[in-house]
């Protein structure tokens, strides 16, 4: 996903942590997370996916005992004229000198259990409460 849409973002953290934009506090490294951009809603929802599937592949790999020295995540996707999503759609890069079967199954574990992308697959019904 090197070419992402103005709705595409990266969320990264590590060594592959590079570039300009926000940095949020990360449980999994000393320097935080640096998400970019995050200027309007569609790359916010965007980011969400790419966050959880960030944080969730620090988990799963301490979990695994697979070695990580840096994730960065791209998730994009589009709208259509009414604003319905089209779909999104992520890509993960690691920096680790781990097992390469043991990286493929870190992302097939991820893909599996990351917490946002399976609300979002699942459908999420979202309503304005009253105040």
Same mark, same amino acid.
């Given at each position: 996903?090197?070419?992402?849409?103005? %709705?595409?973002?990266? *969320?990264? *953290?590590?060594?592959?942590?590079?570039?300009?934009?926000? #940095?949020?506090?990360?449980?999994?490294?000393?320097?935080?997370?640096?998400?970019?951009?995050?200027?309007?809603?569609?790359?916010?929802?965007? =980011?969400?996916?790419?966050?959880?599937?960030?944080?969730?592949?620090?988990?799963?790999?301490?979990?695994?005992?697979?070695?990580?020295?840096? #994730?960065?995540?791209?998730?994009?996707?589009? %709208? /259509?004229?009414?604003?319905?999503?089209?779909?999104?759609?992520?890509?993960?890069?690691? /920096?680790?000198?781990?097992?390469? /079967?043991?990286?493929?199954? =870190?992302?097939?574990?991820? /893909?599996?259990?990351?917490?946002?992308?399976?609300? =979002?697959?699942?459908?999420?019904?979202?309503?304005?409460?009253?105040?």
């Amino acid at each position: 996903m090197a070419d992402l849409s103005p %709705f595409g973002v990266r *969320a990264a *953290a590590g060594t592959l942590r590079r570039g300009e934009g926000v #940095v949020l506090p990360h449980a999994w490294t000393d320097d935080g997370v640096l998400a970019a951009p995050a200027a309007n809603g569609a790359q916010v929802l965007h =980011l969400s996916v790419a966050l959880c599937v960030l944080n969730d592949t620090y988990r799963e790999a301490e979990r695994l005992g697979v070695p990580l020295a840096g #994730v960065a995540v791209t998730a994009d996707g589009g %709208f /259509d004229e009414a604003w319905s999503s089209t779909g999104i759609h992520y890509a993960v890069e690691v /920096d680790s000198a781990g097992d390469p /079967d043991r990286l493929t199954r =870190l992302h097939a574990i991820v /893909d599996e259990v990351a917490e946002i992308p399976r609300a =979002l697959r699942a459908g999420a019904d979202v309503r304005r409460s009253a105040t």
